[in-house]
């Protein structure tokens, strides 16, 4: 079983935030899982789904993004989940936004829900998948820019880079052979 965990905060006021792009990236994915829904549980809602012999847990921590291991490591020991299966996907200000990098082992970058994640599990050795920002404009302090809703053309270049990134997300959680030093960009900068 693998866990997917889309990093946010809960919250109608939260809801189209950079900083919830975790969460927006799960909800396409339950969608092409085939609409898999969402309940309660473990502090997060999650929801089940399977692609042939595989079975998938999608998770949105309720702790709000700071308490993020929390939740996650809650449902790991509940399903005896190993963190090799564990995949996070969360926003990053270093990445332009559009752009996608996946690695499988890292620091916390600066990332609060990441940093729980580390702490809670004990480990920097999971899969993430980043989707980039971009970095606040000047004068603007970066807690109140990934608070901040997107602008409608952001939007648009996001919500077409989540359906683009799908099938190679699934790819990347299915396949174990990626290393430590891969990375994959999609979208480089023109």
Not at 40 to 63: D, Q, R, Y
Not at 64 to 83: E, L, P
Not at 134 to 149: C, E, F, H, I
Request: aromatic share 8%; proline share 4%; charged share 20%.
């Amino acid at each position: 079983m693998k866990l997917i965990v889309g990093l946010g905060n809960p919250g109608a006021g939260y809801e189209q935030n950079r900083h919830n792009i975790g969460f927006l990236v799960l909800d396409q994915l339950a969608k092409h899982l085939g609409g898999a829904s969402f309940r309660e549980k473990f502090h997060a809602l999650i929801a089940k789904s399977s692609v042939g012999s595989e079975n998938f847990i999608l998770m949105k921590p309720l702790t709000f993004m700071n308490n993020s291991g929390q939740a996650v490591v809650a449902c790991m020991n509940f399903f005896k989940i190993s963190v090799n299966e564990v995949a996070i996907i969360y926003d990053d200000l270093d990445l332009p936004t559009g752009k996608v990098r996946f690695r499988v082992s890292g620091g916390h970058g600066g990332h609060n829900g990441i940093r729980s994640i580390i702490q809670h599990l004990k480990t920097q050795d999971f899969k993430r998948i980043r989707f980039g920002i971009g970095r606040p404009p000047q004068g603007m302090a970066p807690r109140d820019y990934v608070l901040s809703n997107w602008n409608e053309s952001d939007k648009q270049q996001i919500n077409q880079v989540q359906e683009e990134t799908i099938p190679h997300l699934m790819r990347f959680i299915s396949h174990s052979e990626f290393k430590d030093t891969s990375l994959h960009a999609i979208h480089e900068e023109n």
